[in-house]
């Protein structure tokens, strides 16, 4: 008896879909902890052309420091950075050594928050929030700066962002498909909604306001193209996960029925909701990295994980307990 033509085309592309899951390095769990403060967030990833290596920036809460009360621990953060030639095993590589004339960082311990990385004509810049020091509650002014870099070490202040509030953290920069650049981020005095700003060469910005995402109020957006779409994750506070959008236009945009991440995995440090994510598209494959908070007793503590993002009747979709193969994408000049 012969196999159907249809049956075929479908085993055929189960298996296809089952060979491309599994190429590339396993991702241990977690994927990475801050050997220093062991607070680490916030990751955005980089290719350094120069080295031929992965570069996570990633923010460092000072979890294991004792003494600090309140909020002080998520203050006086440095930056910190892990390098990895596969996207899966990463290693403490230090902190970034910032620029001095960067404006509210004159103070003895400077907050560095969420930075966001990203290469242009062969210059790298970065947008990271600054608050002008370290405090015990969350009302402090702070602001997105602008940096760059021709190798990822030494970097240069351009200049404090004229956004419309001066209480705004977690910046994302995406190149549009018609060139220009926009900017999405945390509006915190907009009752932490999504606002956005327009830039034709990311050294110029206009505000735009309120990015007007239907449902959710959250923090860290972050931004990609994949499959003719524009698509956004949003972390939604507290431990149920990330929202999920997409759009045509990157400016009208569709909340999808379901939160990803808002079920704690069982893998280790995993045991929670998944916090402020990054996404590295790879070809055709994406993979969302974030961070988790394991819970008790290490209340503060946070570990950076992965997971492989899938796209299921028009939305995304992923299963944080099945192992996750990691394959970037290296580029070369």
Request: hydrophobic fraction near 40%.
């Amino acid at each position: 008896m012969k196999t159907p033509l249809l049956v075929i085309f479908v085993l055929s592309a189960l298996a296809s879909f089952s060979a491309a899951a599994d190429a590339g390095a396993l991702a241990p769990k977690p994927l990475f902890r801050d050997p220093v403060f062991d607070g680490a967030a916030d990751p955005t990833i980089i290719y350094s052309r120069a080295e031929k290596t992965w570069l996570m920036f990633y923010t460092n809460r000072r979890a294991n420091v004792p003494g600090l009360t309140a909020v002080t621990w998520v203050h006086g953060t440095p930056i910190g950075i892990a390098e990895s030639n596969d996207g899966a095993n990463w290693k403490y590589r230090g902190t970034v050594e910032f620029p001095k004339d960067i404006p509210g960082t004159a103070v003895e311990t400077p907050t560095y928050w969420a930075p966001c990385v990203l290469e242009h004509a062969g210059v790298y810049h970065m947008f990271v929030t600054i608050v002008p020091g370290v405090f015990t509650d969350w009302n402090h002014p702070r602001n997105i700066v602008h940096l760059t870099s021709r190798d990822l070490k030494k970097w240069k202040f351009e200049s404090t962002l004229p956004l419309v509030t001066d209480k705004m953290i977690d910046p994302c920069v995406f190149r549009l498909s018609d060139g220009t650049w926009r900017m999405w981020y945390n509006n915190e005095r907009a009752g932490k909604s999504t606002f956005y700003a327009d830039s034709p060469d990311l050294y110029r910005w206009t505000d735009k306001g309120s990015a007007k995402l239907p449902r959710d109020r959250g923090e860290a957006p972050v931004v990609f193209r994949w499959r003719g779409r524009y698509w956004l994750v949003i972390d939604l506070l507290g431990n149920i996960g990330l929202g999920a959008y997409r759009s045509d236009d990157a400016l009208t945009w569709e909340r999808q029925p379901a939160s990803l991440l808002d079920q704690p995995g069982r893998g280790t440090d995993d045991n929670n909701g998944g916090h402020h994510p990054e996404i590295v598209v790879s070809g055709d494959r994406v993979f969302l990295y974030y961070f988790v908070h394991p819970g008790v007793p290490d209340m503060k503590r946070s570990s950076i994980q992965v997971v492989e993002l899938f796209e299921k009747d028009g939305w995304l979709t992923c299963d944080r307990d099945a192992p996750t193969h990691v394959a970037l994408t290296l580029l070369t000049p």
